[in-house]
């Protein structure tokens, strides 16, 4: 298992090289670079030449890229441009915020998703199953930044409940950022969990379970949730992707210093060393999600287990 | 059946009804009536009907230059009325004239992205799925960088690079899709070149890319057209997100996420600024997700319980 970790988190590497190097190629073609964007008014070709120089622009692209990737591996993410100070510094302030709402959201999208999706697969046609399906069809609809205004309006504006924007309030700023954030998300937890979760009820094991007199709370979430289970796995872990790219969405909305919003700044200033710090770590992130969804896996499913034991016998 | 047996009972005016019942329907026709029987798949297909026609219509409903883009500081701020229908914006336009012609954007972008990322991941995918081996593997790998970021920052990269025109921004959904529709395109492709008709053109001595375009892709169009009807939605949905942060449609041109952006200084006194466009937004995509569930129903008889 420990030599299948460490393989897979080398595979990372590859990835992280070919990342850079195109958004360092899509950056260096974009017209106006860092000093015009710098010098702003003041701007002359003598003062931007000077400025070129000094940040190394004036070198050939492959040069600057293996010179960013030479100090990348020694863990510097480099100096910004804008503000000409350690990108790592910035990211790390800006990554607690963000971490903060991604992972309340996901706490949110779990606790509250996969108990309506089971619940409302085992009574398929109560009305609290239907209303559940109403639901997850218009979470997977929703526009996200509308939801968030919508949200703001009624427990900011009128109601006066939660703050709306910022993080300085503790929990209690985080719950419409995390509500916001997650919703898409949830939706697609709650569909995935329904429909893998009738799936295994009519499997043959459920019925052999029922009719040597298992407890039907214990067919449902010991026989049934365990098979169950896999698919709504797969959809969390996919989906850490696409709850990053929300970040983006969702920080614009509430007014969060996160990552998303760093990373529409630094593109807006040509700040090239930021923008790369910023997809950097959203890459590992995801990987490393995707990761921990196949050792999930193999924790949950004794099958896929059972495989990871053969590979590392044979090799 | 049911039909059929209403249509016996009653007597048969012409020679040419009464063959009519004997003939053998056509695949299509099949298809057709299998989803008009998915109520909600209907639902989905009429809603996604009517916004399609107001964006076509849009130049004979409401006037560009004289209304959409045309400041009216005396009417500004507007509650819906009889004159504004759903009122006026923070400059006075019209609000509903603005969404109307911001449906014509959306859905030219959203569609033409998706046809960008259609014929890219039909070449990759269709090279991967039918070749396998090394060249799957390669252009697989390729692919695997590329999902490994959100698509909405893979999109926001590119029209970083080249600014944000609409042929830009088309392109760049466009890529920042292909990967996905890549993956589908590949499995569906190797779920049918093991077939025997595919051999028989082999064995015939057809050419690869004629095997391929003739023999091997008509027969994955199922699970492509599903999943072209659900990135459209994506598509749609990245465009109004792209231009909500601003790096998107840029004002005056009206848009449904640059409408919700700048309405948002205003929503706390004027909230019907933000209702409109962001409904016309939900509306949209869950008119074609309804239509995706329902061609994948229609289409793939497995998943029917």
Not at chain 1, 258 to 275: K, S
């Amino acid at each position: 298992m420990a030599r299948y970790i460490i393989r897979r988190l080398l595979a990372l590497i590859p990835v992280i090289l070919v990342l850079t190097f195109i958004v360092f190629a899509i950056l260096s073609w974009t017209p106006g670079d860092a000093s015009t964007i710098i010098l702003g008014s003041e701007y002359t070709p003598e003062l931007g030449a000077k400025i070129r120089a000094e940040l190394g622009l004036d070198r050939p692209l492959v040069v600057q890229y293996f010179h960013y990737i030479w100090n990348l591996l020694h863990g510097d993410f480099g100096m910004s441009y804008v503000t000409r100070a350690p990108v790592f510094d910035q990211l790390s302030v800006r990554l607690a915020n963000t971490a903060w709402i991604v992972i309340s959201a996901m706490i949110l999208c779990v606790s509250v998703g996969i108990p309506i999706g089971i619940s409302s697969a085992t009574k398929p046609n109560s009305i609290f199953s239907q209303g559940a399906m109403v639901f997850g069809l218009m979470g997977v609809s929703m526009p996200i930044f509308w939801l968030g205004l919508l949200l703001i309006l009624l427990f900011s504006v009128k109601l006066g409940w939660l703050p709306s924007s910022g993080l300085d309030n503790g929990l209690r700023s985080l719950v419409l950022p995390a509500i916001t954030l997650g919703f898409n998300y949830m939706a697609n937890i709650m569909r995935t969990t329904r429909s893998s979760m009738m799936e295994a009820i009519r499997q043959d094991f459920i019925r052999t379970a029922r009719a040597k007199g298992v407890s039907e709370h214990d067919v449902i979430y010991d026989h049934a949730l365990g098979n169950a289970l896999m698919p709504t796995i797969t959809i969390i872990g996919m989906n850490v992707g696409t709850l990053l790219g929300g970040v983006v969405l969702t920080e614009t909305v509430f007014s969060i210093p996160g990552m998303g919003r760093l990373l529409v700044e630094a593109i807006n200033q040509r700040d090239t060393p930021c923008v790369l710090g910023t997809l950097v770590i959203m890459a590992i992130t995801v990987a490393i999600s995707n990761l921990i969804v196949d050792l999930i896996y193999a924790y949950i499913d004794p099958r896929i287990r059972a495989q990871y034991g053969a590979k590392a016998r044979k090799a | 059946m049911e039909a059929q047996a209403t249509a016996a009972a009653r007597p048969f005016t012409t020679k040419k009804e009464f063959y009519a019942q004997f003939r053998k329907k056509s695949i299509a026709q099949e298809l057709w009536l299998r989803f008009l029987k998915n109520k909600t798949a209907v639902i989905g297909l009429v809603i996604f009907a009517i916004i399609v026609a107001v964006a076509i219509l849009a130049p004979w409903l409401t006037d560009y230059k004289g209304v959409v883009v045309k400041m009216n500081i005396a009417e500004r701020l507007q509650a819906p009325g009889a004159q504004h229908w759903l009122g006026t914006d923070e400059l006075g336009r019209d609000i509903l004239a603005r969404m109307i012609y911001g449906a014509r954007v959306s859905l030219l972008i959203g569609i033409s992205a998706i046809l960008v990322s259609l014929v890219v991941g039909l070449v990759l995918g269709g090279t991967a799925g039918y070749y396998g081996g090394k060249i799957d593997a390669v252009i697989m790998r390729a692919m695997d960088v590329f999902l490994s970021l959100p698509d909405v920052l893979l999109a926001l990269a590119i029209i970083a690079a080249f600014g944000n025109t609409k042929l830009n921004l088309t392109i760049a959904i466009g890529l920042s899709f292909a990967p996905k529709f890549s993956r589908v395109v590949r499995s569906a492709v190797m779920g049918v070149r093991g077939n025997e008709y595919v051999e028989a053109a082999r064995s015939i001595g057809a050419l690869d890319w004629r095997i391929i375009a003739r023999h091997v892709l008509p027969n994955c169009i199922g699970p492509i057209i599903v999943q072209v009807t659900l990135y459209v939605a994506n598509a749609i949905l990245t465009i109004a997100a792209l231009s909500f942060i601003g790096l998107g449609i840029q004002p005056p041109a009206p848009e449904w996420g640059n409408m919700l952006a700048s309405g948002r200084t205003y929503m706390r006194d004027f909230p019907h600024i933000v209702m409109a466009p962001g409904l016309a937004i939900f509306f949209t995509i869950l008119a074609l997700n309804l239509l995706g569930d329902g061609l994948r129903d229609t289409l793939d008889p497995r998943l029917k319980h």
